[in-house]
């Protein structure tokens, strides 16, 4: 499994120091440090500026080829008519083999990321909303 990422929102305007720091050229500015070292920031592409692209664009580079959603933004991903991907959704903990060894594994090629969207929930009454029983 990939380490765990973490997110920060800075007011620049109140901390010029940083804005300085990082050579941040407008707002907002999104900088993500892959490997946790400043000197390697990455700019995000210019498509990525809705809270959903940033996200995809995040979880490919770090090497998660699903995220975790709640039950009410799966279904506005499957309500979502812009969304012209198969979305494949995983219900159940994240701790089972099923979903480590199994659902990310087939998760991981970059073909199917590119045709599919993959998701996973943890809310087992969600699971049991759709008919579905989630893995332990």
Same mark, same amino acid.
């Given at each position: 499994?990939s ?47 809705? @809270? ?10 770090? =090497?998660?080829?699903?995220? #975790?959603?709640?039950?009410? !933004? ?25 979903f ?8 991981e090629d970059? @073909? ?10 943890? =809310?087992?009454?969600?699971? #049991?909303?759709?008919?579905? !029983?989630?893995t332990?």
């Amino acid at each position: 499994m990939s380490p765990p990422s973490f997110f920060a929102k800075v007011d620049a305007t109140a901390n010029p120091q940083l804005f300085e720091r990082y050579e941040m050229l407008g707002y907002p500015t999104l900088l993500f440090f892959k490997t946790g070292d400043p000197d390697e920031k990455m700019d995000y592409p210019d498509y990525a500026r809705t @809270k959903d692209k940033i996200i995809q664009w995040v979880m490919k580079e770090i =090497d998660i080829p699903s995220r #975790a959603v709640s039950c009410e !933004e799966l279904q506005k991903i499957r309500d979502d008519s812009e969304n012209n991907k198969f979305v494949l959704a995983y219900f159940g903990s994240k701790k089972n083999p099923m979903f480590t060894d199994t659902f990310l594994k087939f998760a991981e090629d970059e @073909k199917r990321q590119e045709q599919m969207l993959f998701v996973h929930v943890e =809310d087992e009454n969600c699971a #049991a909303s759709k008919g579905i !029983e989630a893995t332990p």
